[in-house]
């Protein structure tokens, strides 16, 4: 069965506190891994696409890599605005439908 | 600057009554789809649609029924609610049903059934 775990479910980080939030997969024919933010209250803002293993891309302070069994968010040098849950997503197969992880609620104390 | 328009907000319903969520996008997507939210769930597709008269069913389908008479409009409604249809219910849009088309997510509607 196809599945999507994502770790830590939450992660409490200092302002300048560099870590990384895990996203494993188990699918069938990975065709795109896809990251989102969600603020509390709020509809999840998406952030990147990646498809395939070794592919990586940034913004501001986030980075997302993707290796064959999983993918990474890197926070580099968090500050509180960047307290939110990171939700990651996957289409795998012939299935055009998104599996979905249940987040990692990151807080990011000043 | 409006992207996807849920209404309403905040809902409460009495088990047995029925209602319909709004969603209306002004992007021109083709692709709309209901996923509602719990605890520990995660994200669940309850309807999407491909375009204007096209509908099909998600993961989570049972209770629920959806239209797309336009492009921009693509309303849930809510049968009969029950107290397990107590959830957070987010519209999405996107240019189409490809890997590479950006989801587009509502505000949410927070639904409780009592």
């Known amino acids: 069965e196809d599945q999507v775990t994502q770790s830590p479910e939450a992660l409490r980080l200092q302002e300048g506190e560099s870590s990384s939030l895990n996203c494993s997969y188990t699918v069938s024919g990975l065709r795109g891994l896809f990251w989102y933010r969600q603020d509390p209250g709020k509809g999840p803002e998406f952030l990147f696409t990646?498809?395939?293993?070794?592919e990586e891309k940034e913004k501001e302070r986030l980075k997302a890599t993707l290796t064959k069994k999983e993918s990474f968010l890197h926070i580099t040098a968090p500050k509180p605005e960047d307290s939110a849950t990171y939700l990651c997503?996957?289409?795998?197969?012939?299935?055009?439908?998104?599996?979905w992880g249940l987040g990692t609620s990151l807080a990011v104390n000043p | 600057n409006a992207g996807v328009t849920q209404t309403p907000k905040f809902q409460v319903l009495k088990t047995g009554q029925s209602m319909t969520l709004q969603c209306a996008q002004d992007?021109?997507?083709?692709?709309m789809s209901w996923y509602r939210q719990d605890p520990g769930m995660g994200l669940r597709l309850i309807h999407y649609s491909v375009g204007a008269g096209i509908t099909d069913q998600g993961e989570v389908p049972n209770g629920y029924n959806v239209s797309r008479s336009t492009t921009e409009d693509f309303p849930l409604r809510l049968l009969s609610a029950a107290p397990s249809q107590t959830s957070v219910y987010f519209c999405a849009s996107s240019p189409g049903q490809g890997l590479g088309n950006t989801i587009y997510f509502g505000e949410g509607s927070w639904l409780t059934v009592v």
């Open positions: 997503a996957v289409n795998a197969g012939n299935n055009r439908k998104l599996i």
């Open positions: 992007m021109n997507h083709e692709y």
């Open positions: 990646l498809y395939s293993a070794g």
